[in-house]
Nanobody
Framework: QVQLVESGGGLVQAGGSLRLSCAAS????????MGWYRQAPGKQRELVAA???????NYADSVKGRFTISRDNAKNTVDLQMNSLKPEDTAVYFC?????????????WGQGTQVTVSS
C-alpha cells in the first residue's frame, strides 16, 4: 500500500501562485509515476501533470507554461508549482501514484486539496 498526503491548497487571486506538495509513504519502492489530477464541480477528473521515475514529464495543454511538476525521489515527494493561476484552475487537486509490481498496475490517490482562484 501507498499513502499519499497532500498540502498547499488554498484561495488565491487570479494571476497568483500556489505550490502543492504530496508526500508518499508505505510501499514506495516500486512507484513508477507520480502526478496531480484535478476535478472541478460537475466535471470529470483530469490529468494536470505527471512525472515518471526517469524524470520525464507530461502536462495538460491548459497548464503548460504555467505549472511545473517536480519529484524528489529521495524524499518521496512530488510538488506542483502553479503560477499565473486562472479562475478555471479552481478544482480539488489530487495526488496520484502508479506502482507496478509483477506486471500488475496499482493506482493510489490522496484525499485531495482544494484550490480556489478568484477573479
Amino acid at each position: 500500500q501507498v499513502q499519499l498526503v497532500e498540502s498547499g491548497g488554498g484561495l488565491v487571486q487570479a494571476g497568483g501562485s500556489l505550490r502543492l506538495s504530496c508526500a508518499a509513504s508505505g510501499s514506495i519502492f516500486s512507484i513508477n509515476v507520480m502526478g496531480w489530477y484535478r476535478q472541478a464541480p460537475g466535471k470529470q477528473r483530469e490529468l494536470v501533470a505527471a512525472v515518471a521515475t526517469g524524470e520525464s514529464t507530461n502536462y495538460a495543454d491548459s497548464v503548460k507554461g504555467r505549472f511545473t511538476i517536480s519529484r524528489d525521489n529521495a524524499k518521496n515527494t512530488v510538488d506542483l508549482q502553479m503560477n499565473s493561476l486562472k479562475p478555471e484552475d479552481t478544482a480539488v487537486y489530487f495526488c496520484n501514484a502508479i506502482r507496478v509490481v509483477a506486471g500488475t498496475r496499482y493506482l493510489y490517490w490522496g484525499q485531495g486539496t482544494q484550490v480556489t482562484v478568484s477573479s
